[in-house]
């Protein structure tokens, strides 16, 4: 498993070879922006969308800098197991329980504007189906 102990190491070791694409989610991960966190661990993060789409939109993301589910690789499989059991954890603590719906958008076409993997959590208003 990709342990958070690494994760400034390996960060730092790829913005050196200039190939870690920066992105806004990396100047919270560094608390160089402000984010209203609402959860964090050793291994992730989540805050608050800026611009929400239902009355609870939190977005997880790993603190490894992984662009999207099309980079990930095995070794990531523990962590992106630790993401997807700390949804649950953080709709308790927002207080959806058994209603939200959790988005991963990958690419341009797949709607992914910040090329940072995140999980969209949205609750608190009936979700519509099919997504735009
Ligand atoms: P996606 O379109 O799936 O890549 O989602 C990116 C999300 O990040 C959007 O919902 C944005 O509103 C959100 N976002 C962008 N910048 C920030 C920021 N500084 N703080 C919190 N959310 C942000």
Redesign the pocket.
């Known amino acids: 498993m990709f342990v958070g102990a690494d994760v400034k190491t390996v960060v730092a070791e790829h913005r050196v070879q200039g190939v870690l694409p920066l992105t806004?989610?990396t100047k919270?991960i560094d608390g160089k922006?402000p984010?209203d966190i609402v959860y964090e661990d050793e291994y992730c993060l989540a805050?608050?969308?800026?611009?929400p789409?239902a009355p609870t939109?939190v977005?997880l993301i790993p603190r490894k800098p992984v662009e999207s589910l099309d980079q990930l690789t095995p070794e990531d499989s523990a962590l992106m197991g630790h993401l997807m059991m700390t949804v649950p954890e953080i709709a308790r603590q927002q207080g959806v329980s058994g209603e939200y719906r959790t988005?991963?958008?990958t690419g341009e076409k797949g709607?992914?504007?910040?090329?940072h993997l995140?999980i969209?959590i949205l609750a608190g208003r009936a979700l519509t189906w099919p997504p735009g």
């Open positions: 806004i989610f919270i922006i984010a805050f608050r969308d800026v611009n789409q939109h977005l988005i991963i958008n709607g992914q504007t910040v090329f995140h969209h």
